[in-house]
């Protein structure tokens, strides 16, 4: 088959995998046989000029701090917010991470997550340029300090991630498994964990130990792992209307997927983009739906974007209560302020055509059913 005739956003730097470092490209590199498009060598050389200084940083990163992450304990134990892709947990994120009592993993932390420790104090005064002010897909604010999905350095971390399949969409289908890990092979779970638990200790130790807010969406398909290592971590799930949650996704891809690839994709791509969509979210959905009951109730929360957006801090209140999470008085009065800042924001107005209902109804039926959604859309 052969490729699309115009390709997009050639010459975007915001590839997830910059920050990695040079043996662990490398490696990624080879595990896709070194195809990379001419169209894209320049993003391979960007990527593999920031790959030396990530390595040489990292090494004496573990150097200096290896032995107090060995001996480091998580606790208190994350907090994690459960969704698909557009659904609301960024806002969840950006509302819950601004607790004082809590952090977050920042951009700058998931960009570069073997070095930030040693280099967060300098480099993003040296690099904040390189940052738009928002993202490309929406109008959420962007920064080094922002917070992020910790999944864009577990990429980098160790390669067990289905965001790679959006740098090398012909070998997508050999990254699907690691949505859920319930094919994967049990020396790659437990890379995982461990990989997860180090970045989680590095993140809590630049801030002093306190809580960590996750929020990455392939999580939603990994409660039995989770709950493996943090039995008695607090959960979050928010949820959208199918249809806004599949035609926003499908709007983020179109400028995500054009500034990660290495490999120009084939002309029918929009289609494979719909269907890696419905096939990646299916799984998601059936993973969190069937485990969800697996988490404490006491532990849980469950909330739809609509009842949330607009009513935070009623919903706040109540996660806090629940979870008796200390200092609720004074956060919420502080995070009032914040989202009095967020009045104006625009979202994104989504198409949603009858060939997409269609799509979205037959393959995300189980969402449909389980959250009361009705079929028709206005």
């Given amino acids: 088959m052969g490729r699309v005739a115009k390709v997009l956003k050639r010459w975007s730097t915001d590839q997830l995998i910059t920050g990695i470092e040079f043996q662990d490209w490398f490696q990624m590199l080879a595990k896709n046989g070194y195809k990379v498009d001419p169209t894209y060598l320049h993003r391979a050389a960007w990527i593999t000029g920031w790959s030396m ?18 001996a480091m304990e998580v606790d208190p134990e994350p907090l994690f917010l459960l969704g698909h892709w557009r659904s609301g947990t960024t806002h969840l ?97 437990r890379k995982w964990k461990d990989t997860f638990m180090y970045f989680l ?13 996750i929020k990455s ?26 249809y806004e949650v599949f035609s926003s996704t499908l709007h983020m891809r179109s400028h995500t997927d054009w500034e990660n690839f290495f490999q120009v994709p084939e002309e029918n791509y929009e289609g494979q983009r719909m269907e890696q969509t419905a096939i990646t979210g299916q799984r998601i959905y059936e993973r969190l739906i069937g485990d969800r009951h697996l988490i404490p109730e006491q532990n849980f929360y469950e909330v739809a974007y609509d009842d949330f957006a607009g009513n935070e801090l009623e919903h706040l209140d109540a996660i806090y209560r629940k979870f008796n999470l200390p200092d609720r008085e004074a956060y919420l009065e502080s995070i009032s302020e914040y989202l009095a800042s967020l009045k104006g924001y625009q979202r994104n107005k989504l198409k949603i055509d009858e060939d997409l209902k269609e799509l979205v109804y037959d393959r995300w039926r189980l969402v449909f059913d389980t959250f009361g959604y009705p079929r028709d859309y206005p």
């Fill in 201 to 213: 200790k590095k993140v809590m130790l630049s801030a002093g130990g306190k809580r960590v807010i």
């Fill in 217 to 242: 969406c392939t999580h939603s398909a990994r409660i039995p792992l989770l709950l493996d290592m943090f039995p008695n971590a607090k959960f979050v799930h928010i949820h959208r209307n199918p």
């Fill in 93 to 189: 994120h950006n509302c819950i991470g601004r607790d004082p009592n809590h952090t977050f993993p920042t951009v700058f932390q998931v960009v570069f997550p073997t070095c930030f420790l040693s280099t967060e104090k300098f480099l993003p005064d040296l690099t904040g340029n390189l940052l738009g002010e928002t993202r490309t897909y929406d109008n959420v604010k962007q920064g080094w300090h922002e917070a992020a999905e910790d999944e864009i350095a577990l990429a980098k971390l160790h390669g067990l991630s289905p965001y790679i399949s959006f740098m090398f969409p012909e070998n997508a289908a050999r990254y699907e498994r690691y949505v859920d890990f319930d094919e994967a092979s049990e020396a790659e779970r």
């Fill in 53 to 70: 200084p990530a390595a040489v940083f990292g090494r004496m990163e573990d150097a200096l701090y290896g032995r107090q992450l060995a």
